[in-house]
C-alpha cells in the first residue's frame, strides 16, 4: 500500500552522476566524481566525508558557485528543475570565449 506511486511524492532533489573538474595548468582536476543522491521532501540529508572528499564542491557546484571555468556534468534536479545543464551553458560559453 505504501508503496503505491500514489502515496510517493516526487524527490524535492535528485542527484544523478554528478561531476565537478577545476581548470589548472595541466587541464581539468576532478574533485567531484560522480555522485548520486536523493533527498524527498521532509526529509534531512547529512553528507560525510573525509576532508577535501568534494562534500563543499557537490553543492557549491548546485547552487553554480564554482569559480568560473569549472566544469560540471551530470544531473541535478531540485522540484524537478534540470540545474547542472545551466551551469554547463554558462561554463561553455566562457570556455569559448577564452579560446576565440
Ligand atoms: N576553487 C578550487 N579550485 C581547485 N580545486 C578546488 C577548489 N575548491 C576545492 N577544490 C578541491 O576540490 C576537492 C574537494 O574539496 P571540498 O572543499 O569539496 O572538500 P570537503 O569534502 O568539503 O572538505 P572539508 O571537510 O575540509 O570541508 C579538494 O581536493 C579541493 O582541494
Ligand atoms: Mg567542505
Redesign the pocket.
Known amino acids: 500500500m505504501l508503496q503505491d506511486p500514489k502515496f510517493i511524492s516526487p524527490p524535492l532533489l535528485e542527484i544523478k552522476g554528478l561531476r565537478?573538474s577545476?581548470r589548472?595548468s595541466n587541464g581539468y582536476?576532478e574533485?567531484?566524481r560522480g555522485i548520486d543522491l536523493t533527498l524527498q521532501p521532509g526529509k534531512v540529508l547529512g553528507i560525510v566525508?573525509?576532508?577535501?572528499?568534494?562534500?563543499?564542491?557537490?553543492m557549491?557546484a548546485l547552487l553554480q558557485l564554482?569559480?568560473a571555468g569549472?566544469l560540471v556534468t551530470g544531473s541535478a534536479k531540485f522540484g524537478g528543475r534540470e540545474l547542472v545543464a545551466w551551469h554547463r551553458a554558462i561554463s561553455a560559453a566562457f570556455a569559448a570565449s577564452r579560446s576565440g
Not at 49 to 58: D, H, L, P, Q, Y
Request: hydrophobic residues 40%.
Open positions: 565537478a577545476f589548472g582536476a574533485a567531484v566525508g573525509e576532508s577535501g572528499s568534494g562534500k563543499s564542491v557537490s557549491m564554482l569559480p569549472s
